[in-house]
């Protein structure tokens, strides 16, 4: 059987060869196992790099045979070696070397290591950067770190510095909107700090198209409530203007009834000069703002209806414009209705109190106190928006009774 040393130097530079594409083979796998911490595959890679090398450092100690005229005596016994076992011992090393880099490759795309979590993060549409307390960088991905040139216009150096830089939290780079978040995490004892940027575009346009919505809504009421004010003012209006006509009507008839009433019948005269006293009060207390005690009765009429003691406890200063005195009676009629409605209360106080320049009018119930919070809908929202055109403000006072406060400042 033919020995390694009689081959041609031909084919010995061949299994030369050969044994330096084993150690660079062995050298790739033990590294891409190590960048992915897979421990064994390394070490697996390192115990056959070492015969690969041994073999192609006995054939370059064999190839220098002539110019040297003396060999190591390893190297001369191995050279002696039959061929056949030498072919059968790289055929080893070489099938097991390329499992070795296959089983690399297969784990690379099918366990999770740092260079897939790497791959993915960088293919996400966000940015992540995490760094120490000091700033310095551990990990940040592609995204993080164009938008960093975009902002600052340097490359991502110092967590804490970037995060100064974005402290406002929302940012708009180039035609898309990002936020910016910041939190601190611990990991193995260590206080890091975290940082993720999403893109928030699409959110930022709706809402922005929610609040110019809530603005045409708020826009909307206000005109809303201006017609229903309108409106009661319209009907307001349209009955005086009918009770006027009924006392014009009945003046009329009232003057052709005294005209045609015999001088002699005093029985007659009596009904008809106590009919003319009728229409006199009536003429006195049409329908107008200024009628106060008019309203005032017809308040205590509304309370005696809803079966529930009103009590006065003031006088109507005589400094509220008419404006002011119509606000008053609609926030007492309010006021009464929703004592009795919401409150089941069965007696409700007035007061005022004056001040430099305003007056104080409380609408104090003795009722159930609400027990959730309390918001303005309704009449109540009417009455605060009168309120607020006239300046004067309406609030809630919560103690042992329920009491509704209107803030009334004089002119």
């Known amino acids: ?18 044994t330096l594409l084993l150690c660079l083979i062995n050298i ?13 595959y390394t070490a697996f890679a390192i115990l056959l790099f070492v015969p690969s090398y041994f073999m192609w450092q006995v054939i370059f100690d064999y190839s220098l045979i002539e110019k040297m005229k003396h060999i190591s005596e390893i190297t001369q016994r191995i050279v002696l070696f039959p061929t056949a076992y030498l072919l ?6 070489t099938i097991a070397s390329a499992v070795l880099f296959l089983r690399n490759i297969k784990f690379d795309r099918t366990f999770i290591t740092p260079g897939t979590i790497k ?35 340097t490359p991502l150096l110092n967590g804490n510095h970037f995060n100064e830089t974005v402290k406002d939290g929302i940012l708009k780079i180039g035609d898309k909107v990002w936020r910016f978040v910041c939190n601190e995490i611990e990991l193995d004892g260590e206080k ?21 919505d809530n603005a045409r809504i708020s826009q909307l009421n206000r005109e809303l409530q201006d017609y229903y004010i309108s409106i009661d003012e319209s009907v307001k209006r349209t009955e005086i203007l009918q009770a006027k006509m009924n006392i014009h009507d009945e ?9 045609s009433c015999d001088k002699e019948d005093v029985k007659k ?19 107008d703002k200024k009628a106060s005690n008019q309203k005032s009765e017809s308040l205590n009429a509304l309370a005696k209806s809803l079966g529930i003691n009103l009590k006065w406890d003031m006088m109507i200063p005589k400094t509220l414009t008419d404006e002011q005195k119509e606000l008053f009676f609609f926030t007492s009629q309010e006021a009464l209705i929703n004592a009795v409605k919401h409150a089941a209360a069965k007696e409700m106080t007035i007061s005022a109190e ?23 809908e309704g009449g109540l929202a009417n009455i605060e928006y009168l309120a607020g055109k006239q300046g004067a403000t309406v609030s809630v006072e919560l103690s042992e009774a329920f009491t509704l406060v209107l803030q009334i400042k004089l002119s």
Not at 28 to 40: D, E, F, N, Y
Not at 270 to 285: A, I, T
């Open 119 to 153: 791959l993915y993060l960088d293919k996400v549409p966000c940015g992540i950067c995490c760094w120490r307390e000091n700033g310095r960088i551990l990990f940040s991905n592609v995204c993080i770190n164009e938008l960093c040139m975009e902002v600052s216009s």
């Open 1 to 18: 059987m033919v020995s390694f040393s009689m081959l041609p130097a031909l084919l010995r530079s061949l299994f030369a060869l050969w």
């Open 251 to 259: 003046m009329n008839r009232l003057m052709l009834l005294t005209v």
């Open 354 to 376: 004056s001040g430099e320049g305003e007056v104080v009018f409380r609408f104090t119930n003795n009722g159930k106190i609400p027990t959730s919070e309390i918001h303005y």
């Open 269 to 287: 005269l009596d009904k008809v000069f106590s009919l003319w006293e009728q229409n006199s009060l009536l003429l006195c207390m049409e329908a």
């Open 192 to 212: 890091l700090r975290e940082m993720i940027a999403s893109d928030i575009t699409d959110e930022n346009a709706k809402t922005e198209a929610l609040k110019n």
């Open 28 to 40: 790739g796998s033990g590294v891409l196992a190590a960048v992915k911490k897979h421990l064994a």
């Open 88 to 93: 059968i011992a790289f055929v080893a090393l």
